[in-house]
C-alpha cells in the first residue's frame, strides 16, 4: 500500500515536480511439502510486514505531451515469523525468517512525435543482489537455521511503445518489455519477454473504458547450484487481461 504526492513548480515551458511518498509492504512465504532427509514432508510458512519510502523528481511540457520522472524506492527488510509443521509427526513449532527486498531506481519518458502519436520508455534498475539468501530459523526442530539460497544479480526491466489516439474519443498503445532474469544458477528465475495491447474508448457521459492484453514469453533455464541442481524449466507463454471503466465529474 503506498500514498505518493508531488509539488509542482513553473520552469521554463513546463513544470518540475518533486515527488515524495511512503509505503507498506507485505511479506508472505510458504514452503510447502518440503522434503527433509531423515525426518518427512515439512511446511513453513511466514508473513512480515515493513515500511519504506519513495523520492523522486519529474518535469513535463504540457504543449507536445513531453514528461520524464526518475523514482527512488527503497529497500526493506524482514523479520519473518510464522509456523513450522510436519504433520506426519505432529510437529509444530514456531518460525522465524531474515531476508531483503531491494531498492530501485526507475527512469520514464514520453513525448509528442507526432500530430496524435506519442512514444513512451522506460528502464528500471532493480537491486535483487540484496537477497542472497532467506534465513529461517526454527529453535529445536531441523531445519534450524537453514538457508533458502538466491544468490540473485541485479535486475534489469525496459520498456518502449508507442500510443495514437485515432480521434477524441479512441486511441490505443502497443509496447514491449524485457525483464533480464536474476538467476545465477540456484533458481530458475529467467528472462521475461511481453507485450502488450491497450485501448481507450471515451463516451458521451464523462466515462472512459480501458482495456488491454498481455503476452509473455518466459525463457527456458537451469539450475546449476542447490537441491535442484540439474533441473531445466523449458519457456513458456502467460497471458493477463485487464479491463476496466473510470467516470470522472
Known sequence: YGLTCAAKFSAGKGNFYVLGGAFVERFDYDRLNSVIPGVANANLELSGTDYGYRLGVAYDIPEIAFRTQLLYRSSTSYGADGQFDI??????????????????????VQSGIAP??????????TDWSVQKALIVDVP??????????????????????????FNE???????????????TGWDHSSDTWTGVLG???KDNIGGEFRGGVGISYLTSATQDFGDNAGSV????????FNIGYKLSF
Open 140 to 165: 529445536g526442530f531441523p531445519p534450524a537455521n537453514s538457508e533458502d539460497i538466491y544468490n540473485w544479480r541485479d535486475g534489469w526491466t525496459v520498456t518502449g511503445g508507442v500510443g495514437h489516439a
Open 199 to 201: 485501448a481507450s474508448i
Open 87 to 108: 504433520p506426519a509427526l505432529g510437529v509444530s513449532a514456531g518460525a522465524l525468517g531474515r531476508g531483503n527486498l531491494p531498492q530501485s531506481v526507475e527512469l520514464k
Open 116 to 125: 496524435g502519436w506519442l512514444a513512451f520508455g522506460s528502464i528500471k534498475w
Open 233 to 240: 524449466v523449458d519457456g513458456g507463454w502467460a497471458y493477463a
Open 169 to 183: 474519443r479512441v486511441s490505443g498503445l502497443v509496447s514491449l518489455s524485457w525483464d533480464r532474469g536474476v538467476s
